[in-house]
């Protein structure tokens, strides 16, 4: 993902001079050549995630539009405020670009996980949220956050499906019918997710644009499987409990929230490894189902 | 409007705001007052135009000298500064750059207005305002936040010759800078002068001081008289 983040957003600067990228020495070797044929368009600050998401504010101020790139925690836990202060507080916006996710550098450890982001952005006004599941999922992304004049954080991870899903919309795509519950599954975990309801009589839908939650989508899907919905999510489990509770409130329904744990593992390994340690495994993800739905 | 020094320093100084701060609300008003008056390229009548310089009060606290700058230049009406800060104001404590015409940037959390600043610089430079200068106004004490060090260390390494910090420099930092706020910039290669708070034509030949390979730094200091 990460490569094709760079690669399409090299084309952007290279078609559009008022779009900048902003990095902080994280992936700078992937824009060499676009930092040589447009210096003025690749700013690399250095390790300062501070300076790295208020050039980007300050950008936005000049009115470029600014891409602000680095590891998850550094660009989104390091530098909140700026985040909060020097985009929608002036104003203005920008996209924000991720990688490492949840553990993606599993033997980096906690340093380097970022499972808060996405409930840290529910926290901001007008931000929207793309988690693509496979690399050819980016660039479209990419070139919705930037042609918008709204502020867009895009998380990309290691972790992917095997093939591409989803429409560019940002609409909840079906991709299994069953009766039980409605499966949301949010970028790279829908392979697992479609493993675990393989034999399970339940919807299977995938977005990979989770801000804004596709809320109409969902409704009907839930309609459809007795208002029972489970959010299966690759960062902060829970992170959209409020926003499900909010688009169902005016009916009973059930709600099972699967992602991230919250407890610090101080565990090694690989991303793998972590996955199933959360119990986003298929294996775990099925086990969570079967439970929730009694079968 | 248009109001001579005397005019607007009254205007600072019956906004009611800031009753914390009774000093904090005017000492910043003599260079903000030089920038507006003598060097800023700022058209009220066309406050978007794009090639406009930039003045971004970074120290957002106390700013009813810089309100009252905006009024005296026909940012917006005098009547305002007399019901800062309430439920109808568009004046707060802290400025509003969506709320406030002539407002660059909102502020009141220090250690924002500096690194917004190269932003912006870098910005006019990529999209050919080559002319265009971006003054930032911070605290001496707002120095103190870190964020101010990596913009410091950036803007010098790079030579990013249209901006230009002014420091109001009151001494309310604690624990201070031993050996002086210039040396912290001129050690990172900016260009760099103090001169006394009030001192009017100091601090105009300092701001429109030539230095065409690197950033520039205005310390302007209670400490000194003018001369």
Known sequence: MREAFAARAAELIDADHGIAIVLAEISADLFQDAAAAHPDQVINVGIREQLLVSVAGGLALAEMRPIAHTYAPFLVERAFEQIKLDFGHQGTSGVLVSVGASYDWAEGSNTHFSPRDVALFDTLPGWRVFVPGHAAEVPPLLDRAVRSDQGAYLRLSLRHNSTRHGRNDGSLTVVKEGTRATVVAVGPLLDNALAAAADLDVTVAYTNTPRPLDTAGLRDLAARTGNTVVMVEPYLEGTSAAIVSRTLSDRPHRLLSIGVGVEELRRYGTAADHERLHGLDAEGIGARLRGFLAV | ?227
């Open chain 2, 1 to 227: 409007m248009t109001a001579t020094y005397e005019q607007t320093l009254e205007l600072a100084r019956r906004t009611v705001t800031d009753v914390r701060y009774p000093v904090v609300k005017t000492y910043t008003f003599d260079p903000i007052w030089v920038l507006y008056d003598r060097v800023l390229r700022i058209d009220p009548a066309h406050p978007d135009d794009p090639a406009r310089d930039r003045f971004y009060l970074s120290k957002g606290h106390g700013p009813s000298a810089f309100y009252a700058v905006l009024a005296a230049k026909g940012f917006f009406p005098a009547e305002w500064l007399d019901d800062i800060a309430s439920p109808h104001s568009r004046l707060g404590s802290h400025p509003d750059a969506t709320l406030v015409p002539g407002v660059e940037i909102s502020s009141g959390s220090l250690g924002h207005g500096l690194p917004l600043a190269v932003g912006t610089a870098l910005g006019l430079r990529a999209t050919g305002f080559t002319d265009t200068r971006v003054f930032v106004l911070v605290g001496d004490a707002e120095l103190d936040e870190g964020s101010n060090h990596e913009a410091i260390q950036y803007a010098g390494a790079v030579g990013l010759a249209n901006l230009h910090v002014v420091v109001a420099d009151n001494a309310s930092g604690t624990v201070g800078w031993p050996g002086g706020i210039a040396s912290r910039f001129e050690v990172n290669g900016w260009s760099a002068a103090t001169v006394g708070l009030t001192d009017h034509d100091a601090l105009y030949r300092s701001f429109t001081e030539p230095h065409p390979d690197r950033p520039r730094v205005t310390v302007a200091s209670a400490m000194l008289g003018p001369h």
